[in-house]
């Protein structure tokens, strides 16, 4: 049977001369003179525990018995990358959108996930995600993504800055825009009487 050595024990003689003298040895017939005794013993020259012979594989390692192999979890290397924004930029606040579009290589194991957070607060769980900025004060934010595993480690991360601008034209639009809505509506609360003066002195300018 490969990868396993039988070992068998030689027989130890004992030789006696005429004089009394005793020799042990493996090879009696160099003892078979006159006046010599020869016997067999029970001496045993192997160990009570032989190691087993351990062959080596092509890289000149030990192959290892496959109850001694530990059963090592394959651990996967992610390469994480922002596609979109592709550099630091800004956007106007509140017309645009943040749009985050992620990659991630190779593509991911069943219960391994990507969290998207922005300025640590996570925002979605995926590739992608657009985000209003009219959420976010003026400023400077931090993306961040991480490719997370099903047992909770972190195994890539990636960050972007991005800066959002207040776009000054639009709030002063709506702010004009409010302010009309709230005079409308004060003028639908008069009495007729009152709205009808109103009309005439509207006129009266328009007159002169």
Known sequence: MLGSTSVVAAPIYKV???????????????????????????????SDRQRPAVSANTKGEPNLPATGKADAKVTTNYQLSIM????????????????IVLQVIPQLKNGDQVTISVDGT?????????????????GMHTITAEVVTETGDVRATVTRKVHVIQNTLILQQKKQAA????????????PWHQKLLIKMQGNDTVNQ
């Open 16 to 46: 006696v001369d005429d004089a009394g003298r005793v020799t042990y040895t493996d090879k009696p017939d160099s003892y078979g003179q006159a006046g010599q005794s020869v016997s067999v013993t029970n001496i045993n020259t192997t």
């Open 84 to 99: 979109e924004p592709s550099t630091e930029r800004a956007y106007q606040r509140p017309a645009q959108n943040i749009d």
């Open 122 to 138: 996570a925002h979605a769980q995926g590739l992608s995600v657009s985000i209003p900025t009219v959420d976010l004060n003026p």
């Open 179 to 190: 302010k009309l809505a709230e005079q409308l509506l004060a003028y639908e609360r008069l």
